[in-house]
């Protein structure tokens, strides 16, 4: 007589086989619902990426004279919060734009130059006869239209430009250039008479007369003092709050919404409902077998 030998199993131990057959069977008896709600993810997902507006991100690279990184890093924090608390109307102020403009902005995000200084200057250092330093940023911008792209970019040199502690520390720079230049230019007509008088070989008093001994000391000094004037004027030309390096570059490829990222969100989604639908339907199965065997009982 043949004895089939049946596996007993532990309280704590699971029949992987069972579980996968189980799971099998499961799938191809509720295969339609698992088709079915396929395509509807692949309908609605296609649906969404076509009507969602497309997202373009840009970088911004510039240049703040006047103002230290980490305090333009402050500020143009300020602005994002503004958009994140949705007031339109006081961040087209502060940009110079509409407000049907400012509402396609997705992002600004600032960035700090790497090599940001331990300690900010403080506010009252504008009386420190100093050069000034200029200080790298950068700002990432989403946007929904690469078109306002020109107008963030002037509406943020504006705002920093228009900063008052910007203004306080550049018109002490410039007058501090300028005074410089002035005292200079005093400097060399004073040795240009000088070089007269000594090449007249006049007797002079000036104190100066002691150390230059030949036209040709006139001549350096002169020289040096005209190169150290070009560089002033240079510098009293060209200064200014913000100087943009990289301005914002519109890329026709968006980043977002993502296609393949889309669709995959979509199809996982309708088919977790379609098995909470597939769960809800079995217990409804299951509760009214046992009901319907209550009442034969």
Known sequence: MNIKEKKILAPDEVDLVRVFVLTINFFVKNRFIFIFSTVLGLAAGSAYFKLKSNVYES???AECQSIPDSRVVDL????DKIRKYEDWKQ?????????????LIKMIEPLPNITIEKEAKGIDD???????TSYKFGVIVKVKNNNILPKIQAGIVSYLTKNPYSNLRVNRFLENRKSLLNYITLQMKSLDSLNMVFASKVNTSSASMSTLTSPGDF???LISLKEKSEAIEDEIRFTMPVRIIQPFTAFNKPIEPVFIEVIAIALLLFNV?????????????????NKNSITQE
């Open 91 to 103: 961040l087209a102020s502060k940009l110079e734009m509409t407000e049907s403009e400012v509402k």
């Open 59 to 61: 970088k911004l690279i």
């Open 126 to 132: 504008y009386l420190l006869p100093t050069t000034e």
């Open 219 to 221: 001549k350096s000094i």
């Open 273 to 289: 409902l379609g098995v909470i639908f597939m769960i809800l339907r079995n217990l409804v199965l299951l509760y009214n077998k």
């Open 76 to 79: 143009l924090l300020d602005l």
